[in-house]
């Protein structure tokens, strides 16, 4: 053992680990060894393909991305109900022509599809769509899925698993194999967000539940989250919710989490995924591209973490100025992990301001970035974006360090880049590949 210790330690010396970097040599280090990292992906709303028709993949799918939608309505005159009313491919075919050919794709979301013809080594000009229909055709979906992952530089997958959505919950009634490179997630927007809407789902999975959660409701929503807990053994149980979100609250929202979602989640040792300040549905006439964001009051956050300290929160919010406040959050409890630049703020521009304030308040003790990709080749663009983001920052920061009088070391920046990416989620999460 002494033995083995003292080998590693010359072999990393003489791979220079152990060695202080030149300042110079800092951005290229942290590249090279940012590029290598295999990452963990904490939230996607991906699908193993033993989902079938839920895993999404293919031009088709990355072009009616939502994202691109809310972008083609801003310059397109057509109108979301004709939208609507055409096929997948004919709405994939006006997003190309609106976004790609008539206009140049600066945007984030356009140049992330431009990134992945890219990755393909398909071609990228106004013709490309054809060809690239061909390509994805001739794809079989379990090597490509892997073809995809090592492009990416990703080996897990965390999904959004719904137990409410008619079309998922019959998939897992009839079994979900296995999958190691896929985890599930236990959603909960439909219970704690809309009860009114779907306690009927509730009980009629068998259920003793009724509009207002009176009664045996709450012992019979434990029930039911413990049922689905044991079949999906999901890593988390997330729930999204609007910038209006208090706590302590008499609302069924704050009554279910209180009393039903905690507690289980505690049960479970699972954490809590709560992702905070979006305004659904402003505009319902483009469907899943009209949620917006709006700022919250994170006092219920710190609430919940002063009151729940055995019950641990993954929390990302989405409103640019409450993430100030959220590191200051994390720095007053440690069951409060912050992850990612969701949805809007998954702009470089805000990624870059949000990750500094990060490193400067909390070292390395939160999770940078999820991807969120709703379609398989996104997490390809959206892992590269994140990486090109992050490598200068995290260089600066060592050279900052440099220059304060401790040197980095290869063996630091690889130490650290496996806590951001990786270990913070291994901690936090069971990812072990379950039976
Ligand atoms: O980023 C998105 O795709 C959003 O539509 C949401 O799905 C969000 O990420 C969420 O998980 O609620
Ligand atoms: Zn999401």
């Not at 031009?59 to 009313?85: C, G, K, M, N, Q």
């Not at 009634?173 to 927007?189: K, N, Q």
Request: hydrophobic letters at 45%.
């Amino acid at each position: 053992m002494a033995t083995d210790l003292i080998k590693s330690s010359s072999q990393a010396q003489s791979l220079g680990n152990g060695v202080p970097l030149a300042t110079g040599q800092i951005p290229s280090v942290v590249a090279e060894l940012l590029g290598a990292i295999s990452i963990i992906d904490i939230h996607t709303h991906l699908f193993a393909p033993s989902f079938g028709k839920l895993s999404l993949w293919g031009i088709d799918e990355l072009l009616t991305y939502h994202y691109l939608e809310a972008e083609l309505f801003r310059s397109s005159s057509v109108t979301p109900e004709h939208y609507w009313s055409l096929s997948k491919p004919a709405q994939a075919e006006l997003i190309w022509k609106t976004l790609f050919v008539e206009n140049t794709p600066i945007s984030e979301a356009t140049r992330g599809v431009i990134a992945v013809l890219k990755a393909f080594g398909l071609p990228t000009d106004i013709s490309a769509l054809g060809e690239a229909r061909a390509f994805f055709q001739s794809q079989t979906l379990g090597s490509h899925m892997q073809r995809v992952m090592q492009l990416a530089g990703i080996d897990s997958i965390i999904m959004t698993n719904d137990p409410l959505d008619p079309e998922e919950f019959p998939i897992w009634l009839t079994g979900v194999p296995p999958h190691s490179d896929f985890h599930a997630v236990l959603r909960l927007d439909r219970i704690l967000n809309t009860w009114p809407d779907h306690w009927q789902a509730v009980a009629a999975q068998g259920y003793a539940v009724d509009a207002s959660a009176s009664g045996k409701s709450v012992a019979e929503i434990r029930r039911f989250l413990a049922d689905w807990a044991k079949r999906m053994s999901p890593v988390y149980m997330a729930c999204s919710l609007p910038d209006t979100f208090e706590f302590p609250s008499d609302s069924i929202n704050g009554l279910l989490l209180r009393d039903a979602v905690l507690p289980t989640c505690r049960e479970f040792k699972l954490p809590l995924s709560l992702m905070i300040g979006v305004r659904k549905q402003v505009n319902p006439r483009i469907r899943l591209a009209g949620d917006a964001a709006g700022r919250s009051n994170l006092r219920a956050l710190e609430s919940l973490c002063l009151a729940f300290q055995d019950n641990r929160f993954l929390v990302s919010v989405l409103s640019r100025e409450n993430q100030h406040e959220l590191c200051v959050y994390a720095r007053k409890f440690s069951n409060l992990m912050p992850f990612g630049c969701w949805w809007f703020l998954n702009n470089a521009s805000i990624v870059e301001e949000i990750t500094r304030e990060r490193i400067e308040m909390l070292g390395t003790s939160f999770i940078p970035q999820h991807s969120d990709a709703r379609v398989l080749e996104q997490v390809i663009y959206k892992w590269a974006n994140t990486r090109r983001t992050f490598s200068p920052i995290l260089a600066e920061n060592y050279r900052l360090l440099s220059e304060d009088g401790r040197g980095v070391t290869r063996a630091d920046i690889q130490r650290d880049l496996d806590r951001l990416f990786r270990s913070n989620a291994e901690s936090w999460m069971d990812l072990r590949p379950r039976s």
